[in-house]
Structures are given as structure tokens and as C-alpha cells.
């Protein structure tokens, strides 16, 4: 009997080494496995590389992240200098210029290029004018190289640029400015977003997509949608422009002006980006970006969502029940061991 109960122990105590050995191991996994890095902070800005299948995202999480849209994987991230509210490739995809506290350049890879403040106004949108950034600020104004080019007094929503002509999106006017002249055409609704497609203005009214021709400001036909529309997005390579407003996303072909297709049930979203027959978008409250994919007969197929539980809280459950595990051991031996009254 004595020789079975000296077995036990051993084996108890095998028991006990192998579990503390486990629960360390995993708990050392949660701090030094390599894991994906994703956003752990709600997502403001999502901006499809216009020549190479690349999504770059930022949030407030401070970073700025590029993914494969083929595969939903990682490519590279860069941590900035604060919350990254805007994001825009330039018409090469070679550079990104990021929002963060500074205006900071990148390269297809998140090198910093340069990075400087723009001090005295809050930076509501930007684009690229050949090599150089265009600027639209909250108060109304819009620098290009340093210089202002226009200063109205409503924000800066948005800027499109077509060939040399700058356009820009105000809360109560769209804005063209072309070799130094300025025209303003008044809106009956505020814009948060504008396109320009084959010389055409394209702005979201309500359930309406209207289009303002820049060669002379004349008002085209539009297209008629059963959506209250917040968010829109053209696919440059199609020509066909995704339109989202009561949880839904349409397609629309601009050119027969004719519904090409619908998502429902899609609930909200902060942002939406197409391109390349691929819709990106961010959600309000989490920090999770989806991709939707389009076939080619515009049918909409499967969801791939491009966020990740967090290393700590996926890794957690490994590690928890072998050190509960390790300490309810030790209890044992410690009882086993004190005296018989």
C-alpha cells in the first residue's frame, strides 16, 4: 500500500511539473507568437491602390495598414503619429498620403517619405495633384503646395481631381477651380462625397445621383435610387458606382444608368470604397473592415472580413485552464503533506 501511495505521488507530481510547464509555455505564446497586426481601434479611412490589389486602411489606433484584397492578409503596417482620419493613394499608386495629426507621405511599402503639420485648421480631405498633395480644411479653404486656392466658409467634405481641374465638395456647393478660375454651383443637400466620371461631376441629393457636366456646369440626367444615400464610391475600372443608404449597397452601370445589382441587410457602415469589382467597408463601431466581392455579372458573392480577434483574447483560453490546472495541483501536494491530528 505504502509502495502505491509513493507511485501516486510521483505521478502527481509528473502531473503537476507538465502542467506549469504548459500554462507558462502559453502564456509566454500570448505575448511572443507572431500574430497578424490589425486595427483594435474603430477604422476611418479605407482607400483601394488604384494599379495593384492593395487595400490600405488607418484608424485610431494610430496605425495604417495595407492588405491583399485577393487573400484578406496582411501585407505591411506602420504605427503614425496619431489617429489616421484620411488615407490617398496618388494616381500611380506609388505613394500614399496619410492624415495624422501631420501630413504624412508613404510609399507602396509604409516608408515614410516625409512628414510635416499643417498648423492653424483641421485637414477634412486631400488628393493628389500630380506629385503634390491638394488640401481641404474645415473652415473652407483649399491649399495646394502651400499656397490657398479657394477659401469659402463651409467645410471641405471632399476633392476630386480631373486632369488639371480641382473639384471639391463643400456642405453646400460644389466647387470647380481650373487655371486659377472659380465656379460654385449650389446645392439643395450637404455632399459628404463626389466622383468624376468621364467629365462629369457625380454627387449624391437624397435618393438621387446627380450629375454636373464640367465643361459648361450643365445639369445631365441622374440616376433615381430607392436609397437615402450616405455613402458612394466609383469603380474606375468598370464605371459602375456602388451607392449604400438603409443598409443596403446598389450597383449602378453610370453609362445606361441602369441597376446592375443590390446587397440588403448590409446594417451601417462609416466608409465604403470600390474598385477593381471589390467593395470595402469599415463599421461604426468596431474595428472591422469587410470586403464584398463582385463576379462579373455583378452578382454579389461571398463576405471576407479582414479583422482578427486580438493575440491576447485568442491566445487566453490556451493558456487559463493549465495554470488552474497547475495551481489546484499544488493545493493537493501542500494538503497531502501537512500532519494528521
Known amino acids: 500500500m505504502g509502495k502505491l501511495n509513493e507511485d501516486i505521488k510521483q505521478i502527481v507530481k509528473m502531473l ?16 511572443y507568437t507572431e500574430v497578424p497586426v490589425v486595427h483594435r481601434a474603430k477604422v476611418n479611412a479605407i482607400e483601394f491602390n488604384p494599379v495593384v490589389d492593395i487595400l490600405a486602411s488607418g484608424g485610431d489606433d494610430n496605425l ?40 504624412t507621405i508613404l510609399d507602396q511599402k509604409l516608408d515614410i517619405l516625409s512628414s510635416y503639420p499643417v498648423s492653424g485648421d483641421t485637414i477634412t480631405s486631400i488628393n493628389w495633384v500630380g506629385e503634390e498633395v ?41 466647387v470647380v477651380i481650373e487655371d486659377g478660375k ?23 441629393q437624397g435618393s438621387s445621383v446627380e450629375m454636373l ?19 458612394m464610391s466609383l469603380d474606375e475600372h468598370s464605371n459602375s458606382l456602388a451607392v449604400y443608404g438603409d443598409g443596403a449597397i446598389q450597383i449602378w452601370d453610370l453609362t445606361e444608368k441602369s441597376l446592375l445589382g443590390t446587397k440588403s441587410d448590409r446594417g451601417e457602415i462609416s466608409n465604403l470604397d470600390f474598385s477593381n469589382n471589390i467593395i470595402a467597408t469599415t463599421d461604426p463601431a468596431w474595428p472591422t473592415i469587410t470586403l464584398l466581392y463582385v463576379n462579373n455579372d455583378f ?19 490556451i493558456s487559463l485552464p493549465f495554470t488552474i490546472l497547475g495551481i489546484v495541483l499544488i493545493g493537493v501536494m501542500v494538503r497531502r503533506k501537512q500532519p494528521q491530528k
Open 16 to 31: 503537476l511539473l507538465l502542467s506549469m510547464v504548459i500554462g507558462l509555455t502559453a502564456s509566454d505564446a500570448t505575448v
Open 64 to 103: 495604417t495598414v495595407l492588405w491583399n484584397t485577393s487573400s484578406s492578409e496582411i501585407i505591411n503596417y506602420v504605427e503614425l503619429a496619431g489617429p489616421v482620419s484620411y488615407l490617398r493613394w496618388n494616381k500611380a499608386g506609388s505613394k500614399l498620403a496619410a492624415i495624422a495629426e501631420n501630413l
Open 134 to 174: 491638394v488640401i481641404g480644411m474645415e473652415s473652407g479653404e483649399i491649399i495646394l503646395d502651400g499656397e490657398g486656392l479657394y477659401a469659402g466658409n463651409a467645410t471641405i467634405s471632399d476633392i476630386e481631381v480631373y486632369g488639371a481641374i480641382i473639384v471639391a465638395a463643400t456642405e453646400s456647393s460644389i
Open 182 to 204: 472659380i465656379d460654385r454651383y449650389s446645392l439643395d443637400l450637404p455632399v459628404k462625397a463626389i466622383e468624376v466620371y468621364n467629365g462629369t461631376v457625380v454627387f449624391p
Open 213 to 231: 457636366r464640367l465643361a459648361d456646369g450643365a445639369l445631365m440626367e441622374g440616376i433615381e435610387t430607392d436609397l437615402d444615400i450616405q455613402f
Open 299 to 317: 452578382a454579389f458573392s461571398h463576405l471576407a472580413s479582414v479583422s482578427y480577434i486580438t493575440p491576447e483574447e485568442n491566445l487566453l483560453p
